[in-house]
C-alpha cells in the first residue's frame, strides 16, 4: 500500500491525455500558475529568487517527468524526496503547498478549458495531494 494507490487506472489515463493536449500552451500554464499564486498569496512571493518565467519551465519539465513515470511510480520517489527536501530548505510551508495546489489547477482548468472535464480535475487533485505527502515526508 502507497500513497499512488489513490490514483486508478482511469485517473492516470486522465492525467497523461490532458497533459499531451497541454502541449505548445506549456509556459502559458506554468505562467499563469506562478501569476495565479503570487495574487493569491503575496507573501509566497518573496521566496522565489529566480526568474519566474524559467521556474515555470523547471516545473513544466518535473511535471512532464512525474506524468510520464505515472505508470512505474517508483522510478519517481527518490527524485521526489530529494525536490520536497530542497523545498524544506527554500522554507515552503504546508499552506503554501495548499495555495499552489490551487494555483495549479486553476492553470490547468484556463489552459485546457473544456479539456479539463471533472473526471481530469479529480485525477489531478488527486496527483497534488500525492505529490504533497511525498514532497513533505521527512
Ligand atoms: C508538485 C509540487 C511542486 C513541484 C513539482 C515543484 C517543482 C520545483 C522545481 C523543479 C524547482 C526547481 C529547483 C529544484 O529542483 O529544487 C522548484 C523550485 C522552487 N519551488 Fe517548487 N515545486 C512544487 C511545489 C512548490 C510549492 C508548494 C512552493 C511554495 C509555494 C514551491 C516553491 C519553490 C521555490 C521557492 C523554489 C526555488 C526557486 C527560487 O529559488 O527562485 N514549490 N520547484
Known sequence: MSEWDTLTKDDINEI?????????????AGDLLYKHLFESSPDVAKIFKNDIKEQAQLFMKMMKTVVDGLNNVHILMAGLQELGGRHREY????????????????SLEKTLGNDFGEKTKIAWGKLYDVLEKVMRRE
Do not use: A, D, N
Request: no cysteine; net charge positive; glycine share 10%.
Open 16 to 28: 497523461q491525455i490532458s497533459f499531451v493536449k497541454l502541449k505548445g500552451k506549456q509556459q502559458e
Open 91 to 106: 522554507g515552503v510551508t504546508p499552506y503554501q503547498y495548499k495555495y499552489f495546489g490551487e494555483s495549479l489547477m486553476f
